[in-house]
Every structure is written in structure tokens, then in C-alpha cells.
């Protein structure tokens, strides 16, 4: 080797023999098998797939109630039909959720679905009767659901009670 040259790393010419690379190719030639074969088994290697949703049906309640508040609906939807598959009042937090959408068939489907399941659910006769009243639709209807959420639920009166003044309002000035 001369005096004060620097060696390259990769330049390996002046240990490689004829010996030597028969050595390197055979080297070479056994990683890429081992590559390959490496790369095909990852391919069908068992994969981590959850069974069981680490979220109970309260906790997406929450989290798509997390989701509506800052205007992402279809997220919170997402969570609420995930919550929906155990949690009967889920159903009715849809019917909110596609009501903001201005999807009211669909809400209205949910509200019928929340009273179905828990006919006890003040709030979903409520917004039911809501429903009616924005698409000028069901009003006598929309008034027997406000009166029954009132009886349900005393507590909301204030709330019932717009509702039901507005649909008698609007019933009036139709007739």
C-alpha cells in the first residue's frame, strides 16, 4: 500500500482474490435468499387483530359527544353506531346528530329507534315532535309526542313547553 493514502471503505479491490470472491458471491448470494425469504414470511406472519373494541358502548357515547361539539358529525355518528350495538340511548344521540346534518329521515328514524328501546326517553319524544315541527309535517302527531315527553319528565317543562307552544302556533296559523 503507498504511503499517505487514504483508504475508501467500500474499495475492498486489494484484498479481494480470485479466492476471496467466490467467497463474496456466495455471501451475497445466501442474504439475498435470506432477504427474500425473510420478506415472503413477514407477508404471512400472524397479524394483531382486535377482537374485542377496547372502548366500552359510555366511553364512544362520550367520545362522539366529544366529536359533535366540535362540529365533526360524521365522527360522532361513527361512535354513537358503535355505542349503539350495546347502549340503547346511543340511538337517540344519532337522531341528534343526523338532525344537525339536516338528514331528517334519517333522524327520525333514530328518535323512533331511541323511543322503541326505552319508551321512557323524554327527550327523544321531544325531538320527534321537534322534527315535525321544523318540516311543517305531523303536527297533531308532534303534539301527542311533546305531551307525552312532559308527562315523562316534569323537570324539562320549560323545554316541552316551547316545543309544544310553537307546534300549537304554527297548527293555529294553518287552520
Not at 364512544?60 to 354513537?80: C, F, Q, S, T
Not at 358503535?82 to 331528517?104: C, D, I, Q, T, V
Not at 302527531?141 to 309544544?164: F, W
Amino acid at each position: 500500500m503507498e504511503k499517505n493514502k487514504l483508504l475508501d471503505p467500500f474499495d475492498h479491490s486489494e484484498m479481494i482474490t480470485t479466492g476471496s470472491a467466490a467467497r463474496w458471491s456466495r455471501f451475497f448470494l445466501v442474504f439475498v435468499v435470506f432477504f427474500l425469504v425473510a420478506v415472503c414470511l413477514g407477508c404471512s406472519l400472524p397479524r394483531i387483530i382486535m377482537i374485542q373494541d377496547p372502548l366500552t358502548p359510555e366511553e364512544h357515547l362520550n367520545l362522539g359527544v366529544a366529536y359533535e361539539k366540535k362540529g365533526e358529525l360524521d365522527l360522532a355518528i361513527r361512535e354513537y353506531e358503535s355505542a349503539a350495538k350495546r347502549l340503547p340511548m346511543a340511538n337517540f344521540y344519532l337522531g341528534n346528530a343526523y338532525f344537525l346534518k339536516n338528514e331528517f329521515e334519517i333522524a327520525s328514524d333514530y328518535y323512533k329507534k331511541a323511543i322503541d328501546k326505552d319508551s321512557q326517553n323524554a327527550d327523544a319524544y321531544n325531538n320527534l315532535a321537534w322534527l315535525y315541527y321544523i318540516k311543517r309535517e305531523n303536527l297533531d302527531e308532534a303534539e301527542i309526542l311533546v305531551l307525552r315527553a312532559l308527562e315523562l319528565n316534569p323537570q324539562k317543562e320549560t323545554i316541552y313547553r316551547d316545543t309544544l307552544d310553537k307546534i300549537r302556533e304554527l297548527k293555529k296559523r294553518r287552520d
